[in-house]
């Protein structure tokens, strides 16, 4: 049986600025950097909440060994159009948070909104990935089938 996610991918066009984004504006650490020349120079580059040890975002630029450059083009162009959203960063205060970010030189996508789950707003990496920003609320999701 699995035990849990440790890494998730996240397709950037330049991994220098992905690096810089992740850790100076976001505030995640890096965890590993190291370039494998037993795969043509491919670099594994993994970033990661502070606090959340076990959480790797790969920040990876899709090509050789794994894809061909014609697969390479069209997964970035939908990274660029925003198409792949890798997911979800919780926060205890989304205002505060978004605060913070804008103050770091981030530029929200949308800004926080009051919805049925929580607050929620959306931030664009360098290379167009888009992550939602998420203060949960509980939610009774059995009363809402009601």
């Known amino acids: ?5 440790s890494h998730v991918a996240v397709w950037v066009h330049d991994q220098d600025e992905a690096k810089a984004f992740y850790t100076e504006k976001l505030g995640f650490e890096v ?10 120079g491919y670099r594994w580059l993994t970033v990661g ?20 450059e014609d697969t390479k083009k069209e997964i970035l162009a939908l990274v660029a ?16 948070t978004c605060k ?6 981030v530029e929200l996508a949308s800004q926080p909104e009051e919805r049925f789950y929580g607050i929620d707003a959306t931030v664009r990496d360098p290379s167009g990935n888009m992550w939602r920003i ?9 009363a809402m089938k009601r």
């Not at 998420?134 to 059995?142: G, N, R, Y």
């Open 1 to 5: 049986m699995l035990d849990a996610i």
């Open 31 to 40: 965890r590993e950097d190291a370039t494998l020349d037993e795969l043509g």
């Open 49 to 68: 909440p502070p606090d959340q040890p076990d959480v790797n975002l790969m920040l990876t630029q899709p090509g050789p060994p794994a894809f061909d």
């Open 81 to 96: 159009k925003g198409a792949m959203g890798p997911g979800i960063l919780r926060t205890e205060d989304c205002r505060k």
């Open 100 to 105: 913070e970010l804008e103050d770091r030189g």
């Open 134 to 142: 998420v203060q949960p609320i509980e939610v009774d999701l059995q």
